[in-house]
């Protein structure tokens, strides 16, 4: 066993700052003094935000915005922050400018940039006319953010000409030349209408006009039209069936054309589907991370609660036989279990240095993973299926001559099973199970979910585990038929079969990354066979009775 370095880490030098570059303390206390920010939140994907807007987002005391834009970012707020709705009376300018003279900071959220079609700049007007600092922090602009996320670049070394237009302005929309690339943002006002407009004003029918609904998010949808055919285009492209209406950005001009061969955002594996991970919030943090890159919507909903033993002597008694170096190995069959064990050192301030001398098995992956971010390297982790038959499997005997000490410390569940524990004692071990934490089924999730589990609301799930498939089903139900399941080995797979699911995908090797990466396969090869057939891209939820949805096509109201 290798160890990591657990002491103290040394702060790391800060670098030289100029007397006009104040630090993050710096600038924390100078907004203490009453500030009001005017902040762009971007055209819809929380990735987009800038550091500057979080920044200000975690410090501020009171945060004014739409229900949206406030909903969207409200875990970046502190929690005895006050939230307003920007549409309430109270929140003029006049009265931001009264909270940031009181010593306030007070941030006002704007979708995309403060100062493209927003009113930032006469709510900064109020702010100088009452005596209150302010400031702004730009926002990446749904014009320029949607159409790289559709995949069209405005500009080109042939053509660097974009004007931006909103499809309110109809005097505007009349006079625009036919050159260069036009950005129309609310083209949901009538994309038909408008794009008559355009061909009265002298643009040619054949003209590339791209339209984007719900931009930078996974209900993203880019339909690419000409000009003369938009009402025919949409209703060829499916629009009708697949989403409802949402804000939409047009692009007009060859420069749209590029979407077809640059779309990279809808074209990911699991671009907008909603997966369901069924498992405790701390360890469905990095499966999810890997969803997301993947473009799903992952929604986690714990199946099991972990809780501290009924009796905690067992545990004392494992940490003090660790330190006397009372055993020759330690194995881990679950992060719990590692968790577990870390607590109670800690709680006894020691730290991964107790594991000196000791030997270290992790059932897999992931629980090695969390062996090392404590400082530990695993000596054996099985190859393959990653389970507690996997590591009895290949667990070496005992050997009088080599292996000082023949006891195994084995902290576990309360309901693990006994394979592991036969092994070792057949391998001439002697095993001390000892309960390190209690496993409970966790409370129902909220009616929606359940309601989209049994109704085939969700694309997929992803059982990492039998316990996962046995608890979701006993705490939810049964998934749809048309819900993709994925399941991460064979013993998991199994457990599902007796629950009369039909099991789509398994995982190569008995990973949570393998898993997703599997299901991420699986859905590539759903959008080539949809696209190899000229047919719309459509997700798994959507195959189900009554899941479609007609988008209404409203005309522009002149």
């Known amino acids: 066993m290798t160890l990591g370095s657990t002491t103290k880490k040394p702060e790391a030098p800060q670098p030289s700052r100029g007397a006009g570059t104040p630090g993050k303390a710096a600038r924390a206390a100078a907004a203490k003094s009453g500030l009001v920010a005017f902040v762009g939140a971007g055209p819809g994907n929380e990735g987009l935000l800038t550091v500057r807007a979080a920044e200000l987002l975690s410090q501020a005391d009171l945060v004014v915005g739409s229900p949206e834009l406030t909903g969207r970012l409200r875990h970046l707020v502190r929690g005895d922050a006050v939230v307003s709705d920007s549409t309430s009376p109270e929140q003029d300018p006049r009265m931001l400018a009264r909270a940031a003279k009181a010593g306030q900071l007070v941030v006002k959220l704007y979708e995309g940039d403060p100062f493209i079609f927003g009113q930032a700049a006469s709510d900064a007007a109020a702010c100088t006319k009452a005596g209150a600092r302010f400031e702004v922090v730009p926002g990446v602009p749904a014009a320029t953010a949607v159409p790289a996320y559709a995949g069209i670049p405005l500009t080109s070394d042939a053509a660097a000409d974009v004007r931006i237009i909103h499809a309110s302005d109809v005097s505007r929309l009349t006079e625009a030349t036919p050159s260069g690339s036009l950005v129309i943002l609310g083209v949901e006002a009538g994309p038909v209408d408008l794009a008559k407009l355009l061909v009265a004003a002298g643009w040619p029918e054949a003209t590339p006009f791209t339209i ?19 009402s025919a285009d949409l209703k060829a492209a499916g629009v009708s069936l697949l989403m409802e209406q949402g804000p939409a950005v047009g692009v007009v001009g060859q420069a749209a054309s590029a979407h077809r061969n640059l779309s990279w955002f809808e074209t990911k594996p699991l671009f907008g589907w909603r997966v369901l991970v069924p498992r405790t919030k701390e360890q469905a943090a990095s499966v999810s991370e890997r969803l997301q890159a993947h473009g799903a919507v992952p929604e986690e909903v714990p199946t099991i609660a972990v809780e501290p033993p009924r009796t905690p002597q067992q545990m004392e008694r494992a940490v003090k036989g660790l330190v006397t170096g009372r055993y020759q190995w330690v194995a881990f069959t679950s992060v719990n279990a590692v968790r577990a064990v870390r607590e109670k050192l800690e709680e006894y301030g020691l730290d991964a240095r107790a594991f000196a001398g000791v030997k270290v098995a992790a059932v897999g992956e992931q629980t090695a993973g969390a062996l090392r971010e404590f400082g530990i390297k695993p ?55 000892v309960t390190a934490y209690r496993t409970v089924r966790a409370a129902p999730p909220p009616a929606p979910v359940r309601e989209a589990i049994k109704g085939g609301g969700f694309d997929a799930v992803l059982f990492t585990s039998s316990s996962t498939v046995r608890n979701l089903i006993g705490i939810a139900g049964k998934p749809h038929a048309v819900t993709v399941i994925a399941v991460i080995g064979p013993q998991t797979a199994r457990t599902a079969a007796e629950f009369g699911l039909r099991v789509d995908v398994t995982a190569p090797k008995a990973s949570a990354t393998a898993l997703v990466d599997a ?40």
């Open 212 to 230: 984007t609904w719900n931009g930078t998010t996974t209900d993203q949808l880019t339909v690419s039209c000409a000009l003369g055919s938009v």
């Open 519 to 558: 299901l991420a396969d699986y859905g590539a090869a759903i959008r080539d066979t949809a696209v190899a057939a000229g047919e719309p891209v459509r997700k798994p939820s959507e195959r189900r009775r009554g899941a479609r949805r007609r988008l209404r096509l409203p005309t522009l109201d002149n």
């Open 379 to 433: 000596d054996l982790i099985p190859e393959g299926e990653q389970s507690g038959e996997a590591l009895a499997a290949v667990w070496p005997p005992f050997d009088d001559v080599f292996d000082p000490i023949n006891r195994v410390l084995l902290p576990r569940a309360d309901i693990a099973t006994e394979t592991l524990v036969a092994r070792l004692t057949e391998l001439g071990w002697e095993a001390e199970d």
